[in-house]
């Protein structure tokens, strides 16, 4: 997802690549490096992590759909990245349902 994103963002126009552009790149390296450092936590103290995550992805998909909306991303770009975001959400939010139930009081 994110060297597809990478591809796009050197495309775009300088004033949206160093505003924006850049937004949405540290979002996508900060989510990474929160993903990489939760999958090496225990159970109990990865689940913040993945909330992080989860709230970092959110940002990225608002922040995408402006680029969008703004006509500096094409819908073919914007269907591409959005295709794979929502499958990362998807697998994010499974494991936040997991950590959830795993750690609740009643288990």
Do not use: C, H
Not at 13 to 19: A, D, G, N, S
Not at 20 to 39: M, N, P, R
Not at 59 to 68: D, G, N
Not at 99 to 105: A, D, I, V, Y
């Amino acid at each position: 997802m994110y060297l597809l994103w990478f591809g796009y963002y050197k495309t775009l126009p300088k004033t949206q690549r160093y505003t924006l552009g850049q937004k949405i790149d540290t979002l996508f390296t900060e989510a990474i490096e929160v993903i990489v450092t939760a999958s090496f936590l225990t159970k109990i103290d990865k689940l913040p992590y993945v909330r992080r995550a989860v709230q970092k992805m959110d940002t990225i998909k608002i922040f995408l759909m402006m680029l969008w909306e703004s006509k500096t991303l094409d819908n073919k770009k914007y269907i591409a990245l959005s295709i794979k975001i929502n499958e990362v959400g998807k697998m994010l939010g499974g494991w936040q349902g997991q950590l959830l139930k795993q750690n609740s009081p009643n288990r």
